[in-house]
T-cell receptor, first 115, second 111 residues
Framework: NAGVTQTPKFQVLKTGQSMTLQCAQD?????MSWYRQDPGMGLRLIHY???????DQGEVPNGYNVSRSTTEDFPLRLLSAAPSQTSVYFC??????????????FGQGTRLTVV | KNEVEQSPQNLTAQEGEFITINCSYS?????LHWLQQHPGGGIVSLFM???GKKKHGRLIATINIQEKHSSLHITASHPRDSAVYIC?????????????FGSGTQLTVLP
Protein backbone atom coordinates (compact mmCIF):
# COMPACT_ATOMS: atom_id res chain seq x y z
CA ASN A 1 0.00 0.00 0.00
CA ALA A 2 1.18 3.50 -0.77
CA GLY A 3 -0.68 4.98 2.22
CA VAL A 4 -1.44 8.71 1.87
CA THR A 5 0.13 10.38 -1.15
CA GLN A 6 0.34 14.14 -1.53
CA THR A 7 1.44 16.04 -4.60
CA PRO A 8 3.29 18.24 -5.23
CA LYS A 9 5.93 18.22 -2.47
CA PHE A 10 6.95 21.80 -3.18
CA GLN A 11 5.18 24.65 -4.94
CA VAL A 12 5.77 28.36 -5.45
CA LEU A 13 2.81 30.48 -6.46
CA LYS A 14 2.34 34.13 -7.27
CA THR A 15 -0.27 36.08 -5.37
CA GLY A 16 -3.65 35.62 -7.00
CA GLN A 17 -2.87 32.33 -8.70
CA SER A 18 -4.98 29.27 -8.04
CA MET A 19 -3.86 25.70 -7.63
CA THR A 20 -4.94 22.31 -6.34
CA LEU A 21 -3.06 20.21 -3.82
CA GLN A 22 -3.72 16.56 -4.43
CA CYS A 23 -4.24 13.91 -1.75
CA ALA A 24 -4.96 10.26 -2.37
CA GLN A 25 -5.15 7.25 -0.07
CA ASP A 26 -5.42 3.58 -0.93
CA UNK A 27 -6.55 2.27 2.47
CA UNK A 28 -10.30 2.73 1.87
CA UNK A 29 -10.46 5.26 4.72
CA UNK A 30 -13.71 7.17 5.12
CA UNK A 31 -12.19 10.12 6.95
CA MET A 32 -9.81 12.54 5.24
CA SER A 33 -8.56 15.91 6.46
CA TRP A 34 -6.37 18.81 5.44
CA TYR A 35 -4.15 20.66 7.91
CA ARG A 36 -1.72 23.51 7.62
CA GLN A 37 1.38 23.95 9.73
CA ASP A 38 2.92 27.36 10.24
CA PRO A 39 6.33 27.95 11.87
CA GLY A 40 6.26 27.42 15.62
CA MET A 41 2.62 26.38 15.61
CA GLY A 42 0.69 23.17 15.77
CA LEU A 43 -1.23 21.85 12.80
CA ARG A 44 -4.60 23.51 12.21
CA LEU A 45 -7.55 21.86 10.52
CA ILE A 46 -8.66 23.42 7.24
CA HIS A 47 -11.38 21.08 5.95
CA TYR A 48 -12.33 17.49 6.52
CA UNK A 49 -14.54 14.82 4.98
CA UNK A 50 -16.33 11.88 6.54
CA UNK A 51 -17.03 10.16 3.24
CA UNK A 52 -17.55 10.63 -0.46
CA UNK A 53 -19.76 13.63 -1.12
CA UNK A 54 -19.52 14.97 2.44
CA UNK A 55 -17.17 17.77 3.51
CA ASP A 56 -17.09 20.26 6.36
CA GLN A 57 -15.05 23.21 7.50
CA GLY A 58 -12.36 23.10 10.12
CA GLU A 59 -10.69 25.86 12.09
CA VAL A 60 -9.16 27.84 9.19
CA PRO A 61 -11.23 27.23 6.02
CA ASN A 62 -11.15 30.69 4.43
CA GLY A 63 -9.49 30.78 1.03
CA TYR A 64 -9.72 27.03 0.51
CA ASN A 65 -12.20 24.70 -1.16
CA VAL A 66 -12.45 20.93 -1.05
CA SER A 67 -14.49 18.22 -2.67
CA ARG A 68 -14.73 14.46 -2.16
CA SER A 69 -16.04 12.78 -5.27
CA THR A 70 -14.40 9.44 -4.47
CA THR A 71 -13.30 7.68 -1.30
CA GLU A 72 -9.68 7.78 -2.44
CA ASP A 73 -9.19 11.44 -3.34
CA PHE A 74 -9.52 14.67 -1.37
CA PRO A 75 -8.07 17.65 -3.26
CA LEU A 76 -7.56 21.05 -1.64
CA ARG A 77 -8.03 24.09 -3.86
CA LEU A 78 -6.54 27.50 -3.26
CA LEU A 79 -8.86 29.91 -5.04
CA SER A 80 -6.64 33.02 -5.11
CA ALA A 81 -3.34 32.47 -3.35
CA ALA A 82 -2.20 34.98 -0.74
CA PRO A 83 1.14 35.26 1.07
CA SER A 84 -0.69 34.31 4.29
CA GLN A 85 -1.25 30.87 2.77
CA THR A 86 2.47 30.18 2.75
CA SER A 87 2.64 27.07 4.89
CA VAL A 88 3.20 23.34 4.95
CA TYR A 89 0.05 21.41 4.16
CA PHE A 90 -0.67 17.90 5.39
CA CYS A 91 -3.37 15.52 4.31
CA UNK A 92 -4.47 12.81 6.75
CA UNK A 93 -6.82 9.87 6.61
CA UNK A 94 -8.32 7.39 9.04
CA UNK A 95 -11.01 4.78 9.36
CA UNK A 96 -14.47 5.51 10.57
CA UNK A 97 -15.11 2.58 12.86
CA UNK A 98 -17.98 3.54 15.06
CA UNK A 99 -17.08 3.34 18.71
CA UNK A 100 -13.46 2.42 18.08
CA UNK A 101 -10.79 5.08 18.02
CA UNK A 102 -8.58 4.85 15.00
CA UNK A 103 -5.08 5.73 13.99
CA UNK A 104 -4.39 8.66 11.67
CA UNK A 105 -2.13 8.37 8.62
CA PHE A 106 -0.43 11.45 7.20
CA GLY A 107 0.93 12.37 3.81
CA GLN A 108 4.49 13.65 3.48
CA GLY A 109 3.40 17.28 3.26
CA THR A 110 3.35 19.99 0.61
CA ARG A 111 5.52 23.04 1.20
CA LEU A 112 3.77 26.01 -0.43
CA THR A 113 5.27 29.46 -0.84
CA VAL A 114 3.17 32.35 -2.11
CA VAL A 115 5.16 35.34 -3.31
CA LYS B 1 -6.15 28.40 27.17
CA ASN B 2 -4.89 25.86 24.64
CA GLU B 3 -6.85 22.63 24.70
CA VAL B 4 -3.62 20.67 24.50
CA GLU B 5 -0.62 21.57 26.66
CA GLN B 6 2.65 19.74 26.17
CA SER B 7 5.69 19.83 28.39
CA PRO B 8 8.48 20.41 28.01
CA GLN B 9 8.39 22.41 24.78
CA ASN B 10 12.07 21.70 24.18
CA LEU B 11 14.16 18.86 25.57
CA THR B 12 17.81 18.00 25.06
CA ALA B 13 19.06 14.66 26.32
CA GLN B 14 22.18 12.56 26.15
CA GLU B 15 22.07 9.28 24.33
CA GLY B 16 20.84 6.52 26.60
CA GLU B 17 18.75 8.74 28.87
CA PHE B 18 15.14 7.96 29.81
CA ILE B 19 12.83 10.63 28.40
CA THR B 20 9.31 11.64 29.39
CA ILE B 21 7.02 13.98 27.49
CA ASN B 22 3.71 14.99 29.01
CA CYS B 23 0.39 16.10 27.57
CA SER B 24 -2.51 17.64 29.47
CA TYR B 25 -5.93 18.52 28.15
CA SER B 26 -8.41 21.16 29.23
CA UNK B 27 -11.40 19.27 27.84
CA UNK B 28 -12.55 15.72 28.27
CA UNK B 29 -10.87 13.12 26.14
CA UNK B 30 -11.81 9.60 25.15
CA UNK B 31 -8.52 8.83 23.45
CA LEU B 32 -5.49 10.50 22.01
CA HIS B 33 -2.73 10.08 19.50
CA TRP B 34 1.01 10.35 19.76
CA LEU B 35 2.74 11.45 16.57
CA GLN B 36 6.35 11.94 15.60
CA GLN B 37 7.37 14.61 13.12
CA HIS B 38 10.78 14.00 11.60
CA PRO B 39 13.26 16.79 10.88
CA GLY B 40 12.34 16.43 7.21
CA GLY B 41 8.72 17.20 8.07
CA GLY B 42 7.03 13.82 7.67
CA ILE B 43 4.52 12.80 10.34
CA VAL B 44 4.28 9.25 11.65
CA SER B 45 1.66 7.87 13.99
CA LEU B 46 3.25 6.25 17.05
CA PHE B 47 0.24 5.35 19.18
CA MET B 48 -3.47 5.73 19.48
CA UNK B 49 -4.71 4.84 22.93
CA UNK B 50 -7.87 5.17 24.95
CA UNK B 51 -6.81 3.55 28.22
CA GLY B 52 -3.87 2.18 30.13
CA LYS B 53 -0.55 1.76 28.46
CA LYS B 54 0.88 0.75 25.10
CA LYS B 55 4.44 -0.23 24.26
CA HIS B 56 6.23 -0.34 20.95
CA GLY B 57 9.92 -1.05 21.07
CA ARG B 58 11.55 1.61 23.24
CA LEU B 59 8.44 3.77 23.28
CA ILE B 60 5.78 3.57 25.98
CA ALA B 61 2.61 5.66 26.06
CA THR B 62 0.24 5.95 29.01
CA ILE B 63 -3.07 7.69 29.38
CA ASN B 64 -5.28 8.65 32.32
CA ILE B 65 -8.67 9.66 30.95
CA GLN B 66 -10.00 10.91 34.29
CA GLU B 67 -7.00 13.15 34.87
CA LYS B 68 -6.90 14.22 31.19
CA HIS B 69 -3.22 13.41 31.00
CA SER B 70 -0.92 11.31 28.87
CA SER B 71 2.80 10.62 28.85
CA LEU B 72 5.22 9.34 26.25
CA HIS B 73 8.36 7.64 27.53
CA ILE B 74 11.43 6.79 25.50
CA THR B 75 13.85 4.32 27.03
CA ALA B 76 17.52 4.20 26.06
CA SER B 77 17.17 7.28 23.86
CA HIS B 78 19.15 7.50 20.63
CA PRO B 79 20.03 10.41 18.34
CA ARG B 80 17.61 9.01 15.75
CA ASP B 81 14.80 9.75 18.25
CA SER B 82 15.42 13.47 17.67
CA ALA B 83 12.13 14.81 16.34
CA VAL B 84 9.04 16.75 17.35
CA TYR B 85 6.56 14.70 19.37
CA ILE B 86 2.94 15.71 19.19
CA CYS B 87 -0.16 14.55 21.10
CA UNK B 88 -3.26 15.77 19.27
CA UNK B 89 -6.67 15.32 20.79
CA UNK B 90 -9.37 13.60 18.72
CA UNK B 91 -12.83 15.07 18.40
CA UNK B 92 -15.71 14.13 20.69
CA UNK B 93 -16.44 10.98 18.73
CA UNK B 94 -12.90 9.82 19.41
CA UNK B 95 -12.18 9.58 15.72
CA UNK B 96 -9.17 11.10 13.99
CA UNK B 97 -11.22 13.14 11.52
CA UNK B 98 -10.67 16.34 13.50
CA UNK B 99 -7.49 16.49 15.53
CA UNK B 100 -6.63 19.42 17.78
CA PHE B 101 -2.88 19.97 17.96
CA GLY B 102 -0.58 21.63 20.43
CA SER B 103 2.81 22.92 19.36
CA GLY B 104 4.65 19.73 20.22
CA THR B 105 7.86 18.89 22.06
CA GLN B 106 11.15 19.31 20.21
CA LEU B 107 13.44 16.50 21.35
CA THR B 108 17.15 16.52 20.61
CA VAL B 109 19.21 13.50 21.64
CA LEU B 110 22.94 14.11 21.60
CA PRO B 111 25.44 11.31 20.95
Amino acid sequence: NAGVTQTPKFQVLKTGQSMTLQCAQDMNHEYMSWYRQDPGMGLRLIHYSVGAGITDQGEVPNGYNVSRSTTEDFPLRLLSAAPSQTSVYFCASSYSSGALNTEAFFGQGTRLTVV
Amino acid sequence: KNEVEQSPQNLTAQEGEFITINCSYSVGISALHWLQQHPGGGIVSLFMLSSGKKKHGRLIATINIQEKHSSLHITASHPRDSAVYICPRPDRSGSARQLTFGSGTQLTVLP
